[in-house]
């Protein structure tokens, strides 16, 4: 089997796409991300980083109505695709698999 590999921002901005679930595109993912990790990020990174999950087929994108508010501008909507769902399960079972290998012990820690 294939394995998907993600690299650790591309599966948060992934995950943050599955968690807007169908509301996502640059500025919200932005601002979920730094509210729930404290990471702050650029526009630009966040954005450039969507378009290549895109190109990697992970997500897809439509071009939303113009709105006044953002000066006659399109907002551009990115959603989870099967490929990208699957790549996230992957992550996790990975994950998880090596999570149950740590021995309790290792992750004691003495003295603090």
């Known amino acids: 089997m294939r394995r998907t590999y993600l690299g650790e921002l591309e599966e948060m901005i992934l995950l943050m796409v599955a968690i807007l679930d169908g509301e996502a595109y640059g500025v919200t993912v932005s601002q979920q991300l730094e509210q729930h990790t404290g990471r702050q990020l650029t526009f630009g990174t966040v954005h450039n980083t969507l378009i290549r999950l895109e190109e990697k087929g992970f997500v897809a994108s439509h071009l939303g109505g113009a ?11 990115f959603t989870l695709t099967a490929l990208g769902s699957r790549a996230l399960q992957d992550v996790q ?3 998880n698999q090596l999570w149950q290998m740590v021995p309790p012990h290792a992750l004691q820690v003495n003295g603090l």
């Open 93 to 95: 079972e990975l994950r």
């Open 67 to 77: 709105t006044t508010e953002r000066g006659g501008r399109r907002k551009r909507f």
